[in-house]
């Protein structure tokens, strides 16, 4: 069955540090992925996603991530993280055919002045 | 146009008693989802609903869970006798595709919160 890791369940940095979230998948054929984003006290929003085209996709707010086809992954990263970045990040596949989403287990990030 | 909305925001309830939840998704969009997320867990896919197609159930934790549309846009979610381990954030979500085959955006509303005692 289709599964999606994240293996940083908690990360710490301090303002204007890079921040790089991983995120592997196990399904080997055709893929979209997601990562959606949990501020406190809000809904789960989109960041970005990759359906086709150019594998490294810019999302809102400086967030990138890059589809890495021979490595299952597909990272988040952002060069500077604010304060306001602190929040609850969730990578998300999708095959082909799926109707639905199948989400990793979440990284809590927070950020510190 | 509005988002997501799902009602109540918070429920509180007995163990054995049974619970409607209920979404309203957004308008225009034919796809609606819900899922389940426990403290630590991510979100648990329960089940899919796609215009005038069969309802995907295949992640209904058990027969206590059911749900239904309404006119294509409403659903409810209902869980009847209400265990202990149901406790957990229920969210909806809606698209106007499929995340797989079109990678459209699934919207999500602000969950309702279950806590069964």
């Known amino acids: 069955a289709q599964s999606v890791s994240q293996h940083n369940h908690h990360v710490i940095l301090s303002e204007a540090a890079s921040l790089e979230l991983g995120c592997n998948y196990s399904?080997?054929?055709?893929?979209?992925l997601f990562w959606y984003v949990q501020y406190p006290g809000q809904h789960l929003q989109l960041l970005l996603k990759?359906?086709?085209?150019?594998?490294l996709v810019k999302g809102i707010k400086g967030f990138e991530a890059e589809f890495i086809k021979s490595k299952f992954s597909f990272n988040l990263r952002k060069p500077s993280v604010q304060w306001s970045d602190t929040a609850e990040y969730f990578c998300?596949?999708?095959?082909?055919?799926?109707?639905?989403?199948?989400f990793g287990t979440g990284t809590r990030l927070q950020v510190t002045l | 146009g509005a988002g997501v909305s799902q009602s109540p925001s918070n429920k509180v309830t007995e163990k054995g008693k049974d619970v409607e939840l209920r979404c309203d998704p957004i308008?225009?969009?034919?796809?609606l989802y819900w899922y389940r997320q426990s403290l630590g867990q991510g979100l648990e896919f329960l089940i899919y609903f796609q215009g005038n197609s069969a309802p995907d159930k295949s992640g209904l934790p058990s027969d206590r869970f059911s749900a239904e549309r309404t006119g294509g846009s409403v659903s409810t979610l209902t869980i009847q006798r209400t265990q202990q381990e149901d406790s957990a954030v229920y969210l909806c979500?809606?698209?106007?595709?499929?995340?797989?085959?079109?990678?459209?955006?699934?919207?999500f509303g602000p969950g309702t919160r279950l806590l069964v005692l």
């Open positions: 979500a809606s698209s106007l595709g499929l995340p797989g085959l079109d990678g459209e955006t699934q919207y």
């Open positions: 308008s225009g969009h034919t796809a």
């Open positions: 990759y359906f086709s085209g150019d594998p």
């Open positions: 998300a596949a999708a095959t082909g055919t799926a109707s639905k989403l199948t």
């Open positions: 399904y080997g054929g055709t893929v979209n």
